[in-house]
């Protein structure tokens, strides 16, 4: 499976509405669709599970959603802290594979 | 609290092997759905899962690299090994290790831990 994330980047301004999208080349279980998030210098976090399920500490103006082959990656209102690169990840069971999108880029406008 | 550590060479040549070794606390290999994974970024690029080992040792690979990597786990020390063979310059990047785990519910395949990360380079 393929996952191509859109847009590459998106330039915003802080408290805008940033929406990530996320498109697989075959169907997605819901369960198996993950979002992080990426600083420089860092290594990713885990943002959402099963679709749409925060991780621990995930602040709730992040939120997932989608089914099949989109999903998409809602942050209500940007703070200075959330500029960074996202991307999307799908596990594949049979056999077990795990394939990450190319990452959007969240960047200040 | 979950902690691992990638433990890498910094430099490797073209051709050589390399063995990255990730130390892990706050959990247990032999722990029932515990899996430790290997992934990689190249610079400016996205990340790449390489491979991952399971609490029965059951391995998985990245099947365009799979006859290239070979990885163990070592529960006692708390360590999970993955070496990778033949490299080249396009190998260099940043290699972390991650925590993933199955607890038989509705979803999973998600790395909720993960090391600092550790540049590779490749180069003469």
């Known amino acids: 499976i393929v996952l191509t994330q859109s847009p590459d980047t998106l330039s915003l301004s802080p408290g805008e509405r940033a929406t990530l999208s996320c498109r697989a080349s075959q169907s997605v279980s819901r369960g198996y669709l993950t979002w992080y998030q990426q600083k420089p210098g860092q290594a990713p976090r885990l943002l959402i599970y099963?679709?749409?399920t925060r991780a621990t500490g995930i602040p709730d103006r992040f939120s997932g959603s989608g089914s099949g082959t989109d999903f998409t990656l809602t942050i209500g209102r940007l703070e200075p802290e959330d500029f960074a690169v996202y991307y999307c990840?799908?596990?594949?069971?049979?056999?077990?594979?795990?394939?990450f999108g190319q990452g959007t880029r969240v960047e200040i406008k | 609290q979950v902690i691992l550590r990638e433990y890498v060479p910094a430099l490797v040549k073209p051709t050589q092997t390399l063995t990255l070794t990730c130390r892990f606390s706050?959990?247990?290999?032999?722990?029932?759905?515990?899996?430790v994974g290997w992934l990689r970024q190249p610079p400016g690029k996205a990340l790449e899962w390489l491979a991952l080992?399971?609490?029965?040792?059951?391995?998985y690979y990245n099947t365009s690299l799979k006859t290239r990597l070979a990885i163990s786990k070592d529960t006692s020390e708390n360590q999970v090994v993955l070496t990778m063979t033949n490299m080249v310059a396009g190998d260099t990047g940043t290699y972390y290790c991650?925590?993933?785990?199955?607890?038989?519910?509705?979803?999973?395949?998600?790395?909720?831990?993960w090391g600092q990360g550790a540049l590779v380079t490749v180069s003469s």
């Open positions: 990840q799908q596990y594949g069971s049979s056999p077990p594979t795990w394939t």
């Open positions: 991650a925590r993933t785990y199955f607890d038989g519910g509705a979803d999973g395949g998600y790395f909720d831990s």
């Open positions: 706050g959990f247990s290999l032999s722990t029932g759905g515990m899996c």
């Open positions: 099963g679709t749409s």
């Open positions: 080992i399971d609490w029965e040792d059951e391995k």
